[in-house]
């Protein structure tokens, strides 16, 4: 399940409650557009906003929504037991795998890291995706810690939050990756402003947030991609480049949602208190900004 | 209640439940010292670690445990519902103060952080102390951010969490902010290693980790500078040297946990999975350093 394309949808919050409506539409749409799997409540879906019981109801109408097409979640949480109870959820919910990024308050070591993945390893059912994003988990992972933690059992993919701007240096670290994690174990890219990239280096999936709103544009990119279509690739990247600066100045989230809302997907406001979506002029060029996606 | 000695002791968890007895006997070691308050549930006290039945069972031990001296909890949660919850929570059990660290798990923006606070100091009856600490947080605060959000009703102290390293310049920054804050609202310094120099400064509380478990000594350090004394200050503070260079190097948290497991205040091991405390050599010679605080 971890190829191609990952979609991350957004969990669309009416004060502080899911709208489930509004959800269950949104993943509908992935399934019917033919993504190859569903990060429901990735970092894109809030998860980490959430109660557990509201992480449980959104996770069961995502399996159920979803039709057939493999649906992770994340099970992220600072606190370990709750990791425990949040797998378990998740599995009763009829995931068919997880994520888990390792959430830090005290900043963590490797050798802490490495324990708690060993253990959630240990009680898991399901394939698990390490979630590599230092600027939200507030841990940064070494290739080598990913490559040990890649031969625990049960690990399937993992979820990259940087690969190097200069080409050459992506695709050598990309490619050093493959050669040493365990066997089985894919890579991806995420960070929607450097995923071409990233698939160009040899990624195998893409962990898409713009993918979880606009899969058609994102599936018919991240297919050229692995089908080696470099022009077609960077043709399709290129009319994002706009969009990619509103992520990297506001955060992926907040643009994502605000274009959410300004297509009707979603009611606004959607996000989780305080986090704004933007306003004013800049909300307007998003409009704007955006359209390329939406042919 | 927020100035002199406000002292942050451990929750001591066995397998992810709190240890009661243990707990209980370290609040009432405070109690007997006369700290000024006691920051139950702080960050030394693993509160982003429990749960929001945790946090309300260790807030009322800590209550009746503190016998009359003020007792304030940490209120932090990524989850702004969640926030307003543990509030109502920790008033019902009776403390005497807040404590709110932004949480972030999305980077926030100043003014989302501003909207946080106005909304729960609009829903709380006891005074709120702002916990400035990025290591932890994720959230850098300016002063202009501090100095606006002390004109909020019911803010009671800033706890701040970085003076600069030169004498002069951090006399500066705290005179500055002094000088700016709405009437009655104290500043704080944290960071153990640089507190002497934050009370020097002119600090008026010293939020203390090592206070927590050794409160006599650091009240004799905080007395000593909040009557000018110098020299007092720096020689107490002087032969902590030692064990500030283990605070810089682990962690204060992964610290004063291992002294407590070694003067037996705590069953060992006492921190949230997958925390670890310190081990082998490190963990003797850190027995050594400590002895000043224990005379």
């Known amino acids: 399940m971890f190829t191609g394309l990952s979609a991350f949808p957004l969990t669309p919050l009416v004060k502080g409650e899911i709208d489930e409506k509004a959800f269950v539409a949104l993943i509908e749409a992935l399934a019917a557009a033919g993504v190859n799997s569903i990060g429901a409540l990735g970092s894109t879906g809030s998860y980490a906003y959430l109660t557990r019981e509201q992480r449980f109801a959104a996770t069961r109408l995502a399996v159920s929504a979803a039709a057939g097409v493999p ?25 068919s795998g997880l994520l888990l990024a390792p959430l830090c ?11 708690l993945y060993e253990r959630v390893c240990g009680e898991i059912s399901v394939p698990l995706c390490i979630y590599d994003n230092p600027a939200t988990s507030g841990f940064d992972f070494t290739d080598e810690l ?14 990259l939050g940087y690969i190097p701007a200069d080409p050459a240096e992506a695709s050598a670290r990309v490619t050093a990756l493959k050669s040493q994690v365990a066997e089985g174990v894919t890579i991806g890219i995420s960070g929607d402003a450097q995923s071409a990239a990233g698939l160009l ?9 713009l993918g979880g709103l606009f899969p058609d544009y994102c599936l018919r990119l991240t ?20 969009l990619w600066g509103f992520f990297r100045r506001y955060g992926s989230l907040r643009v994502i949602a605000t274009v959410a809302e300004l297509t009707g997907r979603v009611a606004a406001p959607c996000l989780p208190f305080p986090l704004q979506t933007l306003v004013g002029e800049e909300r307007e060029v998003l409009g704007q900004v955006c359209r390329p996606v939406q042919a």
């Open 105 to 115: 308050y005290q900043k963590l070591t490797a050798e802490e890291v490495f324990r």
């Open 223 to 242: 297919q050229a991609a692995l089908r080696g279509d470099v022009e077609e690739t960077r043709r399709l990247n290129d009319a994002l480049e706009p």
């Open 71 to 95: 649906v992770m979640t994340s099970i992220g949480s600072v606190n370990a037991e709750e990791i425990l109870r949040l797998a378990d959820d998740a599995q009763k919910a009829g995931v």
């Open 146 to 159: 990913l490559v040990a933690l890649s031969a625990l059992p049960g690990m399937g993919s993992i979820k």
């Open 201 to 209: 280096a040899g990624c195998d999936v893409w962990y898409s947030v």
